[in-house]
Structure formats: C-alpha cells, structure tokens
C-alpha cells in the first residue's frame, strides 16, 4: 500500500511535468490567421497561436470575456507593446513589423498565454 | 459571446417611422436584449449577446445604412468602470453566500469538535452538508473550476488551477469520508467541508477588494479623460452652436466662454484671457492668451471669451497624445520584472510538484492521521500559493507612478525609462531653452545721456537687421512703448554690427572690432564690457555721429527657478554639465551663477552626442535634458532623454520623458517620481517572493515540530486572498508621492 501510494505520487509528479511543459512543446496547437478574435475567456486565449505576415504591421483583434483583472491587459513584452482590454468589447491592438520567430504574449500575470507565429 | 452594449451610427433615420422599423428589425436580430435608438443622436444601442454585423445588416435590410461607432477612450473607461462595479458586487455576493456557510461550519468544529464521521446520522448530516458546500462550489467557485478546466486542456496551469486543485481536494477526500469512513483509519475521518466553503468565500472577498483598490491605480487616466469636453461651441453662419466636440472639424471657428474647457487646440483669432493649463503642464499660474497663441484642449479659460480656431482634433489634440501616451506606458514593463515573470511562467506546476511533494512526505515520515495530514498540507500549498502577488507587483507600481508622472506634468515614455532614470548618476543639460529661456533680451543699457533716446535710436536702426539680437533690442523699445523712426542707408557688416542713419544722425551699433574700423574711441566703456561678459552678457557699442554714446548688453536670461533646480539635483546625488553651443565665456558666466562645475562650450549637435557617449564609457549612467529638437542625438544616445519644451509634438513622440512645464525641477520630479517607484516595485517584489518563500514551506508543515500543528487550509486562503490586496494597496501609496519641490 505504501508502495503503491509513493508510486501514485511519484507519477503524478511526472504527470505534471509532462503535461504542463514536455507534451506542450512537442505538440503545439494549431495556429489560427491574423484575423480572427482571441476570445479571453476562462484563463486560456482561443486561439492561442496566431499566424501573423513577417515585415507588415498587424492588427489583432481581442474580445475579453473573463471580467477578473487578470486578464485586464495583454503585454507582448518583446515588442514592448500591450494593452487594455475592455470587458465585452472587441479592442484592437496594433502590432509593428516583425522579423520571422515566434513571440510570445500573456495577461500580465503570466496566466493567459498565446503565441504570435511570424512568418 | 457576453451581453455587452454596441452603438451604431445610422444614416438615413429621419422620423419617428424609421426609429419603429428600425428597432423592430434589431429586436428581431438573435440575442438582442433590447434596442433603442436615438433621432436626435442618429446612434442606434443595442444590449445583448450580438454579432455587430448582424445588427449592421438588419438595419440595412430595413432599408437604412448604419455602422458601429467608434468608443471615445472616455465610453470606454466608463463601462470598464461600471464592468468593474457589476464584477465587484458579483464577487462580493459570491463571497457572502461561501462564507455564509463556511463561518457557522468553521463555529461549530471550534466549538463542538465534532468534524468527523463515526456513525450513519453522521454521514447523513455531513453528506447534506457535504451537498450544500458543492452547491456553493459550483455557484460561488464554479468559474475557478471551468478556468482551471480549460487551462488545462491548452496544458496551461494558472491560479484557477490551484484554488480548483485545493478546494475540490478537500471536498473529495470529505465526501469519500461522509460516503466510505469505513476506508479510512478512525483518526482520519475528518470532514473538510467548512475549508472548502471559506477558502472559495475569502478568495472571492479577496478579489473584490482587489478589483477595488485597482479602481484607485488608474486615477490619473481618469483625471486627464475628465478633462476632456463633450461639446464644443462652433460659429455656423454667424451663429454660435454647441456640437458634440467629436464632430468638430479643421478650420472651423469656435468660441469659449469664460470658466469653461477648451475643447480641441487651436490658435486665438480674437479676444484674451488667461489659461489655466496647471493639468497638462504642472505650472500653477494661469498663462495669458491673446491674438496667436496656442490653446491645448483640456485647458481652463478663467476669464475672458476666446474665438479661435481648431487646428487639432480628436486623437491629434495635445490632450490626446498625452493621454495615449500615459496609458501605454501604464501598460509597459519594467526590466526588473522580469524575473517575476519568468518565476510565473512556472510557478503553478512547480507549486502543483511541491505539494505531492509535501504529501509523500508526511505520508512516508509523518505522524497519524497520515492520510489527514496529507491532505491539509497539499491544499494548504495549493491555496496559499499566490503567482498573483507576483504578476501585479510590478504592473500596479507602473501604473500609478506614471499616472502620478502625468499629475505633475512629467510625461514617462515606458517602463524602462521609468526604471533607468531611478540609476542615473550624471545629468547633461543643454543650457539655451533649458537652463535659460532661450529667448533674449535686453538685460543693460549704459549711457551718459538719455538712455530712452539711445534706445529709440539704436532699436530704430535694428528694425532693418534680421539678426536674433536685434529682435531683442527693437522688443525691449516696443515693451517701452517707444516709437520707432525709419532707418535710412542700412548697412549689415558681418562680423562687426550694423550701420545707418536715423532722424539725420549715424548711428553704429556692434563690436569693438567695428568701432577701431570706424575710428571712435570707446576706451573708458571697456571696464564696463569686461564686467558685463564676466556675467554672460553679450555687450554692444553704440556710436552716434562719430562718438561713442553707450552700450547695450543682451542676453538670454536664466530661468528664475534654474538655480534652485540645480540645486535640487544635487542633492538627489547627480553631477551637472553643462552643453552649450556658446561661447566659452559666457557659457562659464551661467555656470558660476547657477552652480554648475563641468562646461563644455562651443559644440556642434554632434559632439554633444560624444560628449553623452564618453561619460557612458567611464561608467556613467548618464541622463541628457534638452528642448527635444536640436538636442535629439543627444537625447537619443542617453539612457534616459528629458525634452523640456512644454511637450512638443516632436518631443512627445521621440523622448524617454518630456516634461510638459519648461523648468528643470521637472528633471528633479522625474527623478524622485522614477527612484520612488522603483522602491515601491522592490517592495512588493520582495513582499510577494518572501510570502510566496515562506507561506509555502509552512503550508507544508515546517513549523509542524515546534507548534505541533498544522497551519489550517482556511488561514492559508485568508492570506493568499490577502496577498494580492497587500501589494495593490502598497501600489497605491505611491498615490502620496509629492516632489520635493513641493513639500519645501
């Protein structure tokens, strides 16, 4: 029984580690176009990779459900950009030239994550 | 898709007919809650869970055009607030129901003891109790279950994660008690349902308190959209007519009355009055406009009526950048906040690692109840837990110290400018529109004669010269109300000074140079000229029919609070060069009267830029304050550029800080504004991170050996939903800061 209990643990354990960081790298969603509204919506964006040209400024569209601060401003910290989210209404956000890569974005929290794939 | 509100604008409206048609062709739209439109307004509005491209077809199928409309930035404050307001008493309700349940439960086993289930009236009493704690769950903490749900699915973990991981733990392990004791040892049938309850009530009561105190960190954002008018009074025809300011247009002629907001910027055609501009610029003396000058929307006009002209509009408006600028700067990070960000970005999964972590451990070397005790130490972990702590320590600094920026007329381009100025050591100044008013002016007229009479006749000949120094001279005889006469046989000689003749006399007006060239004998005025170059003024002579008659001194005068704001940068630890294109003389002449110990003279825009370039080689951390146009690679080559130029557009749009008030104790605010942020972001770094380092190893049971206890799961949610409030409302001190200027 002790045995089995420690075992249980210790895979749980692995679970997490596993699904939170080694399965999400090796199997990334799916990635959405430019134009579709990210929902902000129970602590996740939908979708949360977004395809977006390289060298052309972009215009992302967010609609933001969730009311609670956290997901009150969406930062892209590598392009020093962010910006307030309106509670039900879709708010735009303006997004300069990249170069290819992929860039990352979150709630200022870190919670809510997305992706920008630039190519 | 929620209920939200959308306006269209509707084009071809123009009866009560068409309101009819067009409110029923929108009420019949799917998830439209109610419709209204308004004649006098030509907007429709519309309340419900809506597509706006439906609402925008039905409208054209009944036969009218429409499309949605564009949300000021004040709308949009306005129902953020009342989203706010709504979430708050939700969260507050939510609180109130959790707790109503979970505080007579939380009496009872402190009072009775009797938490466990040894008999079957026990498991049916803990069972309904057991029922009415999901209830509140599901109703009170249902959206951090589905949060954590979804979270999941997208292999995401955030706090939902572990308020569900936490209270639904100890929900279980209760039912499994309540339905199958008998699985479990005798010590170990302990119910946990009154955790569960009050975990979920003081999270909920935690936020609303949260949303509340956040309210307060934006209140300079309000402040500067409140300034903003709504209606602007516009000459149509000959007539005055008040519209809507948005439907203002370029050119159009608008009149404002005594005691009301100057609605767009625009240049004064007629009438004068003075200005109050203290909330865009700082400066508490109201300035007087007349015929000319510039108005900046959001001004006060105290007491006259002013007709001008819009020459900016809308989102170009001086207001409107600011306010653009103050909130993307809101939103900017800090580089210290990194860390933070990366200790986020892991923190829930590595929390989750922690408390099976603790649970094995107890299990393996703890004391009975086992099973009991692994489980108060996974939820305590789980709950008191708090990335929030973390993720708004630093957001909720930048917030208010920049709005308290805009307060005091200092414009913060970013977080990182905020940041970098708190460090720096030395401090470049440019000294012409900076350190002085970058205008000159006749400071000394010295004659054994009339001294008006030189004046008249020198400012006369000076008429005809295009030269900055001769627009001070012909100034100070008009401040005089002295008339001027015509000047016959002008003569510019470059590099001396200027010649010509005035109601039949010869006037000369220049250097020594011009005098030895003409032959006139200006020997005992040259005591004089040395005692006025050694005070940084440039000293004219002035000859009338061949003899010396005086001299005329000009010079740009210093800043009357230069002196003090030198001073004042001083003692906040900053070393203080001065650039300047000038002369060597009187650029040291400035820098004596001011207490400036470093000169550089005579430079070109680029070797100021060296200049900022070579203190940074030696280690400096280096900080340049110019007028934003000609010192722009200066001010582009150090760590953090201050524009003095009363917020220029080209300053606002390329500066780090642009200081709306033209005076260097903007500098110094910057500076106490930029070092006492910072403070305020280390403290509540530091708060969240030793919360975080301590709670979580008590949560687990560290203090067990000395207290003989374990901290309970309801202690470990009061100070998690405290946490966050902590730090938002340390935030909110900054909300005190005052420059030192002020509290002298």
């Known amino acids: ?119 | 898709m929620i209920e939200s509100k959308k306006v269209f604008t509707l084009h071809g409206a123009s009866c009560a007919s068409c309101v009819n048609k067009i409110e029923t062709a929108l009420n019949q739209v799917p998830g439209v809650i109610q419709a209204r439109v308004n004649l006098a307004e030509k907007i429709a509005s519309v309340n419900g869970r809506v597509d706006a491209d439906a609402c925008v077809l039905a409208i054209e199928q009944a036969g009218y055009g429409a499309e949605l409309a564009t949300v000021s930035d004040r709308e949009l404050r306005e129902q953020q607030r009342e989203a706010d307001q709504k979430h708050y008493r939700d969260l507050l309700w939510r609180a109130g129901l959790a707790l109503a349940l979970g505080l007579p439960l939380m009496a009872w086993g402190l009072i009775t003891g009797e938490m466990s289930v040894h008999a079957p009236a026990q498991q049916i009493a803990w069972g309904l109790v057991g029922l009415a704690t999901l209830a509140v769950l599901i109703y009170c903490g249902g959206h951090f279950f589905t949060g954590a749900w979804k979270a999941f699915r997208h292999h995401n973990a955030s706090m939902d994660t572990l308020i569900a991981l936490g209270t639904g733990t100890a929900w279980l392990f209760s039912m499994l008690v309540v339905v199958a004791p008998q699985l479990l040892p005798e010590m170990a049938r302990h119910v946990y349902f009154e955790a569960s309850a009050m975990i979920i009530g003081l999270i909920n009561l935690g936020q609303a308190l949260e949303v509340r105190a956040r309210g307060r960190t934006s209140a300079a954002v309000e402040k500067l959209l409140q300034l903003q008018d709504v209606s602007a009074r516009v000459l149509h025809n000959g007539e005055e007519v008040d519209v809507p300011v948005g439907e203002v247009q370029l050119g159009d002629r608008l009149r404002v009355r005594p005691g009301e907001k100057i609605p767009v910027d625009g240049t004064v055609l007629e009438g004068s009055s003075l200005v109050d501009e203290s909330m865009l610029t700082g400066e508490p003396v109201p300035v007087k406009k007349a015929q000319g000058d510039f108005l900046s929307a959001g001004t006060l006009n105290k007491n006259g009526s002013l007709l001008f002209t819009a020459e900016k509009v809308g989102s170009e408006t001086r207001l409107a950048q600011i306010i653009e600028m103050v909130k993307n700067a809101q939103n900017s990070r800090v580089p210290i906040a990194r860390l933070a960000d990366r200790i986020s970005a892991v923190f829930v999964p590595v929390v989750m690692v922690i408390a099976v972590l603790a649970a094995l451990v107890w299990f393996n070397w703890g004391p009975e109840p086992k099973v009991a005790h692994m489980l108060v130490v996974a939820t305590s972990v789980l709950i008191i837990a708090c990335p929030c702590a973390l993720g708004l320590a630093t957001p909720m600094s930048v917030m208010v110290g920049v709005g308290k920026g805009a307060e005091h007329g200092v414009l913060v381009r970013n977080g990182k400018a905020l940041q970098q100025a708190s460090k720096l050591t030395t401090l470049v100044v440019d000294k012409t529109g900076t350190l002085t008013e970058g205008a000159p002016k006749v400071t000394d007229l010295e004659t054994e004669g009339d001294k008006d009479e030189l004046l008249r006749l020198v400012a006369s000949l000076e008429q005809a010269s295009e030269h900055p120094l001769a627009e001070a001279i012909v100034d100070a005889a008009q401040e005089r109300g002295i008339r001027l006469s015509t000047v016959q046989h002008f003569e510019a000689i470059i590099a001396h000074g200027v010649r010509g003749e005035v109601d039949g006399h010869k006037l000369l007006l220049g250097n020594r140079k011009l005098m030895l060239r003409e032959n006139v004998d200006v020997d005992h005025w040259q005591a004089a000229v040395e005692a006025l170059a050694g005070k940084g003024r440039t000293a004219m002579y002035a000859a009338i029919d061949g003899k010396a008659a005086g001299l005329i001194a000009v010079a740009d005068p210093l800043r009357s609070d230069a002196r003090s704001a030198i001073q004042r940068l001083k003692n906040l630890g900053l070393e203080i060069q001065m650039l300047t294109g000038d002369n060597g003389a009187t650029a040291e002449a400035v820098a004596t009267q001011l207490g400036i110990d470093c000169v550089h003279a005579e430079l070109l825009p680029e070797d100021k830029e060296n200049i900022v370039a070579d203190l940074q080689a030696k280690g400096g951390h280096v900080g340049m304050a110019g007028d934003g146009i000609n010192d722009a690679p200066a001010l582009a080559r150090a760590e953090v550029g201050f524009a003095i130029g009363a917020g220029t557009d080209v300053a606002i749009e390329t500066a780090d800080v642009t200081l709306m008030r033209s005076s260097l104790h903007g500098v110094a605010d910057a500076i106490e504004l930029s070092r006492a942020t910072l403070r305020n972001i280390k403290q509540n770094l530091f708060g969240a991170f030793i919360y975080n380092i301590l709670g979580i190893p008590i949560a687990a049971g560290l203090l067990y050996p000395i207290t003989g206890s374990l901290l309970s799961p309801v202690i470990a949610g009061a100070a998690m939903a405290l946490s966050s409030v902590t730090v938002v409302s340390n935030a909110n001190r900054l909300r005190l800061f005052k420059p030192s200027e002020i509290n002298a």
């Not at chain 1, 989210?85 to 979150?106: C, I, Q, R």
Request: negative net charge.
């Open chain 1, 1 to 119: 029984m002790n045995l089995l209990i420690n075992l249980l643990g210790l895979a749980l354990i692995v679970g997490i580690v596993w699904w939170f960081w080694l399965s999400k790298r090796a199997a990334p969603a799916a990635v959405a176009p430019a134009a579709s509204v990210i929902m902000v919506k129970d602590g996740v964006y939908e979708p949360e990779r977004i395809q977006v040209p390289a060298h052309e400024e972009t215009t992302l569209h967010f609609l933001r459900e969730d009311p609670s601060p956290c997901a009150e401003y969406v930062v892209f910290a590598d392009l020093d950009v962010s910006a307030q989210l309106a509670v039900g209404e879709e708010t735009e956000v303006k997004l300069p030239a990249m170069e290819a890569g992929e860039y990352p974005f979150a709630c200022q929290m870190q919670m809510y994550r997305g992706t920008l794939v630039v190519a």
